[in-house]
Every structure is written in C-alpha cells, then in structure tokens.
T-cell receptor, first 115, second 113 residues
Framework: AQSVTQLDSQVPVFEEAPVELRCNYSSSVSVYLFWYVQYPNQGLQLLLKYLSGSTLVKGINGFEAEFNKSQTSFHLRKPSVHISDTAEYFCAVRRISGGYQKVTFGTGTKLQVIP | NAGVTQTPKFQVLKTGQSMTLQCAQDMNHNSMYWYRQDPGMGLRLIYYSASEGTTDKGEVPNGYNVSRLNKREFSLRLESAAPSQTSVYFC????????????FGPGTRLTVT
C-alpha cells in the first residue's frame, strides 16, 4: 500500500515571497508522483508530474517540484507567489505497475497568499 | 469542449432520501471515477469504471451504487442518504485506466440533515 503525507494543512505567505509545500510518501514499489491544484469552488487540475528522468520537474504557473528518492519527498516550490496562487494543493502518488493502479491523494495544503 | 460536467452543483437531502449524482465527459475517455472530499482527508475513491460496461469498488463504496450508462456518463446513487455522506463529490475521467492524468469536474456539494 502507498500513502502520502502533507504535513502543513495551511501555509500563509506574503505576495512575491517564495513558498515550499511539503509532501512525503511511502510505498514499497516505485511510484509516479503528482501535484494537483484546486481553486475555490472548482475541481482539481494537474499542476505537474514526475514519471521518470530528471528529478526536477516544472509545471504550470511557475511551479516546480523535486523528487528525492532517498528522502521519499516531492516538495512543491515557487520562487515568487501571486494572489492568484491562493488555492489548495494536493500531492498524489500512483504505483508503477501493470493494470489499474489507484491514485492516493494527500490531505491537502491550503496556500493563502497575503497582499 | 466542456470537459467533465456534474449535476447538481448543490443538494440538501434529509436522512433516508435517495438521489443520483450525474457526471458526463466529452473527451472520449474510457475510464471514469467518483471521489468524495472531506476536510482533512483528501480525496477518497468511491467507485471507478475502467471502461464502458465495467465498474469496481474503490476505498469507500458502502452506501453507494454506480451506473456506467454509456461511454460518456457515469452516475452515482445514494439509496438511503445518511449524515455521514455529507461531502463534496467529484467525478473524474482519464483516457484509460493506465493513464496517470485524471480530469475533474467542478464537484457536487451534498448536505444530508
């Protein structure tokens, strides 16, 4: 079984400041890793993904994440946040195996950007 | 393209009432999913349909039934609503059950009193 831990339920940050949202996972096999964003009153949309290759992945809206296998982490970063980044962010994992593999979501981190 | 659409957006039910949540996608995706989202618990899979004509249970199927009406539509039914089913329900779809990217609808906010 796999699991995802997002330790911070809320992260307040001032506009134009950098931010890091933390994600740790646990799995006995290799996984794909994802970050989804949920804007208020909307569904989730994929922000970025790690499938293989370079451990630094870039997503939409200036976000990036780094896969660290030894730390089993996949932290999300942005060097300078905007008001429009206020949203809830979900880390997710999925096993790399044949057949259907369910996606396990973390509990989410609410990013509040303060003007 | 509308993507994934869900109806209704909001619903209030009394305990014991039944209702069906509707979901449709216009992306010609084979696989569809129903999740519930509760505060502090992330998203949990209720049921999924890997392809037209098949459905399977997810993590929290008790109290729910689903129907994959055709390739486009996947409905979720609550036969006898309970307060524990108060939640936000999301439908999602993917190209197939091996695809890693899921596309989500805007959600249905359900309150059971």
């Amino acid at each position: 079984a796999q699991s995802v831990t997002q330790l911070d339920s809320q992260v307040p940050v001032f506009e134009e400041a950098p931010v890091e949202l933390r994600c740790n996972y646990s799995s006995s096999v290799s996984v794909y890793l994802f970050w989804y964003v949920q804007y208020p009153n909307q569904g989730l949309q994929l922000l970025l993904k790690y499938l293989s290759g370079s451990t630094l992945v870039k997503g939409i809206n200036g976000f990036e994440a780094e896969f660290n296998k030894s730390q089993t982490s996949f932290h999300l970063r942005k060097p300078s946040v905007h008001i429009s980044d206020t949203a809830e962010y979900f880390c997710a994992v999925r096993r790399i195996s044949g057949g259907y593999q369910k996606v396990t979501f973390g509990t989410g981190t609410k990013l509040q950007v303060i003007p | 393209n509308a993507g994934v659409t869900q109806t209704p957006k909001f619903q209030v039910l009394k305990t014991g009432q039944s209702m069906t949540l509707q979901c449709a996608q216009d992306m010609n995706h084979n696989s569809m999913y129903w999740y519930r989202q509760d505060p502090g618990m992330g998203l949990r899979l209720i049921y999924y349909s890997a392809s037209e004509g098949t459905t399977d249970k997810g993590e929290v199927p008790n109290g729910y039934n689903v129907s994959r009406l055709n390739k486009r539509e996947f409905s979720l039914r609550l036969e006898s609503a309970a307060p524990s089913q108060t939640s936000v329900y999301f439908c999602a779809s993917s190209r197939d059950n091996l695809s890693y990217e899921q596309y989500f609808g805007p959600g249905t906010r359900l309150t059971v009193t």
